[in-house]
């Protein structure tokens, strides 16, 4: 091995993979001083494109010294041999659901963004919570030796781990979800503090009379959006009214028709928090029905920043899911969390505001 790399392995290190030393190609490609795709040539033999003498040694010579498992550069790998080296370096992100609804794709879309400075490959499963399905998923992943498992739900809950991942030595992190006993890393939206946000967003521009059009009530999201609704109406003194707490179920419909409900009271709400966008969609169509006007004569703000929310007219105001975000977080803990059995405090990320045009000061009512 050149000085060179001696010097950069002594002082960059190689890739921690969460409670124990894993060696990747994104480690031999620092300390060979080229990139991950070179490393990838070169380990699996592919003669596809030239690369030097010089630069096949570095890596070679680096990816032993690090203790990588290198063929035999005289033999051509198999395709057994082929598929080991790129699995060894793959992350699976297994999920529940990812068609119904965009927040895991943009969860996925994040930790595909993240490795790209890490070099991995991410292999993608749906289980559709399939009592066969899952299972026989993740045994698959671990028979493959992968280097972590990310296992995902599309709405924010308490998930029991299956004990196929509670025995492996493969790290496993939890992303949108986590366990009661905390022995694994997980990460959620702050959904409290983002339904106390989005309600105060509503309190700062003067509103008093302010309703909230929920999702189901026994998921977390529901009830984190709606204590945090609650609590914002506390710390400004402005009395609970359970008048204007409808339930929806998160689809236009819902939105629709809880809206024409809380117009219809005798004291009518001049704000509206919608805890997701799609029934704000369904609020906007009832209200302008009603010859209202937003945000003139009602203020409106949603929840997850959906492409929609921009669209509207006049744009919504909502909170952004931070998914993206939580899928950069489980790869930085993969590589660089703590090591060890332990409780892990659970993570979550803050659902930051994006102010449109759906909110401004109320009309004095005569």
């Given at each position: 091995?050149?000085?060179?790399a001696?010097?950069?392995?002594q ?23 080229c ?21 096949k ?14 063929p ?58 399939d ?9 698959f ?13 599309v ?104 809206t ?71 790869i ?18 803050e ?5 449109r ?10």
């Amino acid at each position: 091995m050149n000085e060179q790399a001696k010097k950069s392995s002594q002082h960059r290190g190689v890739g921690k993979v969460a409670g124990r030393q894993r060696v990747t190609m994104h480690d031999i490609a620092r300390v060979a001083g080229c990139s991950q795709t070179t490393v990838s040539l070169v380990l699996n033999k592919n003669d596809s494109v030239k690369i030097s003498e010089d630069t096949k040694t570095r890596v070679l010579d680096a990816a032993k010294t690090l203790g990588y498992s290198v063929p035999n550069q005289n033999t051509k790998p198999s395709t057994k041999e082929r598929r080991s080296t790129i699995l060894d370096d793959a992350i699976a992100f297994v999920v529940d659901d990812l068609a119904s609804s965009p927040e895991m794709v943009n969860a996925f879309n994040g930790v595909k963004q993240a490795v790209r400075e890490t070099g991995n490959l991410v292999l993608l499963a749906e289980t559709q919570n399939d009592p066969e399905v899952e299972p026989s998923t993740l045994q698959f992943f671990l028979d493959q030796k992968v280097a972590g498992i990310i296992y995902a739900t599309v709405f924010t809950r308490r998930v029991v781990v299956p004990e196929l991942l509670r025995q492996t030595a493969t790290p496993v992190l939890l992303l949108n979800c986590f366990s009661e006993d905390l022995l694994f890393p997980a990460v959620i939206p702050g959904e409290i503090a983002g339904g106390h946000s989005a309600t105060n967003a509503l309190i700062r521009a003067g509103h008093e009379r302010i309703a909230t059009i929920t999702g189901e009530p026994f998921m977390e999201c529901a009830a984190g959006r709606t204590t945090g609704y609650r609590n914002a109406l506390a710390s400004a003194d402005i009395p609970f009214d359970e008048d204007l707490v409808v339930e929806g179920n998160w689809l236009p419909s819902a939105g629709y028709a809880a809206t024409q409900k809380l117009m219809g009271l005798s004291n009518p709400p001049t704000g509206i928090f919608c805890q997701n966008d799609r029934m704000a969609i369904g609020c906007y169509e009832a209200l302008k029905e009603l010859g209202l006007a937003i945000p003139e004569d009602v203020s409106v703000i949603g929840f997850d920043d959906d492409e929609t929310a921009r669209h509207l007219s006049p744009p919504l105001t909502s909170m952004i899911l931070p998914t993206r975000a939580m899928g950069r977080w489980v790869i930085e803990q993969l590589f660089h969390g703590p090591t060890g059995d332990q409780r892990h405090p659970l993570v979550k990320l803050e659902c930051e505001l994006v102010e449109r045009d759906s909110i401004t000061q109320p009309k004095t009512r005569g």
